[in-house]
């Protein structure tokens, strides 16, 4: 079946600092949405890509979706304290979605 | 709106109990879906539902039931809880299958 796999699984950065997490699959996606959760909290939609080699910004946040439509990454410029949480990618193909096991953010003011 | 609503926030079962967590949407969507959510493994899905009377099967279905008898409730039951079963679960509902998911806060089940 269907896999998504996410890295890191933790990134700890300094207040200020970028990160990225990566999604992989290891077939061909019709879409994929990207999820962030604060600790304690539920999910929350940020994003869905569609198109190969889509692009998507949302203020500091950078979207990205491959050519090959089997991965996508999640950029963030300059981090801030309100970053935190865990961030998840979800993969959709054939009525199945996955989730990756998401990467965890924790930033240090 | 409250979006979606689940009912209770904790539980905690001893093993072989039954029970059933609610879940309630009130933005008319017809997908609905549960998920479990264990440390280190995101979110697996349980069951899902396109619409009232329809239901299917997700990734780790066994020892869950689900029913959707209407749009608005779709109910997941633990027929006779395992320790294995202690997890968060989340529901989420969506307009359709490829659309942006929202979810509930949650539930925090612990089975003895």
């Known amino acids: 079946g269907q896999q998504v796999m996410q890295i890191p699984q933790y990134q700890h950065v300094q207040e200020g600092e970028d990160f990225t997490t990566y999604c992989n699959s290891s077939t061909t996606l019709s879409n994929i949405q990207w999820y962030k959760q604060r600790p304690g909290g539920h999910p929350v939609f940020l994003i869905q890509?569609?198109?190969?080699?889509e692009v998507k910004k949302q203020k500091r946040l950078t979207f990205q979706f491959g050519e090959a439509k089997k991965n996508s990454s999640l950029h963030i410029t300059a981090t801030q304290t309100t970053d935190v949480g865990t961030y998840f990618c979800a993969g959709y193909r054939n009525n199945d979605m996955r989730f990756g096991a998401g990467t965890r953010l924790t930033v240090k003011p | 709106n409250a979006g979606v609503t689940q009912t209770p926030k904790f539980q905690v079962l001893k093993t072989g109990q039954s029970m059933t967590l609610q879940c309630a949407q009130d933005?008319?969507?017809?997908?609905m879906s549960w998920y479990r959510q264990d440390p280190g493994m995101g979110l697996r899905l349980i069951h899902y539902s396109v619409g009232a009377g329809i239901t299917d099967q997700g990734e780790v279905p066994n020892g869950y039931n689900v029913s959707r008898s209407t749009t608005e409730d779709f109910p997941l039951r633990l027929l006779s809880a395992a320790p294995s079963q202690t997890s968060v679960y989340f529901c989420?509902?969506?307009?359709?299958?490829?659309?942006?998911?929202?979810f509930g806060p949650g539930t925090r089940l612990t089975v003895t």
């Open positions: 890509l569609v198109k190969s080699g």
């Open positions: 933005m008319n969507h017809e997908y």
């Open positions: 989420a509902s969506s307009s359709g299958l490829l659309d942006e998911q929202y």
